[in-house]
């Protein structure tokens, strides 16, 4: 009999990809926010009651970072709430709850190039941050049979991103030199091998947290210039800092996540970000 897995947030990037890999081995549900709205208890248990899933892999959240500045309760009930009663129905079906967090629930303020591992103390200093250590707490609280994944500077094709808004931007010839912060450094991770390593964590059976992202880093702006270069794409980018792009919430300054449980446990297949920008580059040029 083949697990059946049930996936949120089905529509967006990690979500579509998810559905890609994970079909190739399991049965799997698709569930969008139209189908399953997670800030909703009653519509969580029905729909897990129907289904009766093996594994719930949670993609669902409200990530636009800076309207959680301003939409606080809306971010709480989908970062918080909704893993807190997806955590609660599984542990009733004896379902096991993969729930994607990310590099926000850290301040940011360690010195590069050092990275942040799974047995650092969260310390989150935005909205978004907050609900979604709170949303990660509140698994914690609910079920053992978990595993939670912090994720960095995500990008696929089932959505938007940076490396697509670059593009389009480097693309506009009327347009003037792109300005990009170069001063914010993290790992660009592809949602297609966060998918696959996703796969690996269900087929080796681990539980609790863990941290995957692209390895190696860079800032946004090196991350750009090298995109662009493998898309064949010639735009003047100048360097700047995030004081020239002010945003309502406060972006980390070191958003490099270290996949240290997975290398301990030889099962760290995440590749190295340059290499998850060919693949992205190769893919993004066959759709235009």
């Known amino acids: 009999m083949k697990l059946k897995v049930l996936i949120t947030g089905s529509s967006g990037q990690l979500g579509t990809d998810c559905i890609k890999i994970l079909s190739e081995h399991y049965e799997t549900i698709s569930c969008s926010h139209k189908m399953l709205d997670i800030g909703e208890p009653l519509n969580i248990n029905e729909t897990l009651k129907k289904i009766k899933p093996h594994i719930i892999v949670n993609c669902a959240a409200f990530t636009r970072v800076d309207d959680c500045e301003t939409m606080l309760e809306e971010a709480y009930k989908i970062n918080r709430d909704g893993p807190k009663y997806l955590a609660r129905y599984a542990h009733q079906l ?7 967090s990310t590099d926000y629930v850290f301040n940011g303020n360690r010195k590069i190039p050092l990275g942040y591992d799974e047995t650092d103390s969260p310390d989150p200093v935005s909205i978004y941050g907050k609900s979604k250590y709170a949303g990660e707490q509140a698994i914690m609280s609910e079920t053992d049979n978990f595993l939670i994944i912090r994720t960095a500077w995500l990008f696929g094709m089932g959505g938007n991103n940076f490396l697509k808004t670059i593009y389009r931007l480097a693309t506009n010839d009327k347009g003037p030199p792109l300005k990009v912060i170069n001063t914010q450094y993290g790992s660009f991770t592809h949602s297609l091998d ?15 947290l863990y941290h995957a ?34 945003t309502k919430a406060i972006r980390p300054y070191n958003s490099i996540l270290n996949n240290t449980k997975l290398k301990k446990q030889n099962i760290n297949i995440m590749p190295d970000w340059k290499e998850s920008l060919d693949t992205f580059a190769s893919l993004l040029k066959k759709t235009i």
Request: hydrophobic letters at 35%.
């Open 94 to 100: 004896r379902s096991k709850l993969i729930h994607i």
């Open 194 to 208: 966060l998918a696959k390593q996703i796969h690996q964590l269900i087929v080796s059976e681990s539980q609790g």
């Open 213 to 246: 992202s692209g390895e190696g880093y860079c800032t946004w702006y090196e991350g750009a210039k090298y995109f662009l270069k493998k898309m064949g794409v010639i735009k003047e980018i100048q360097a700047c800092t995030e004081k020239e792009f002010p």
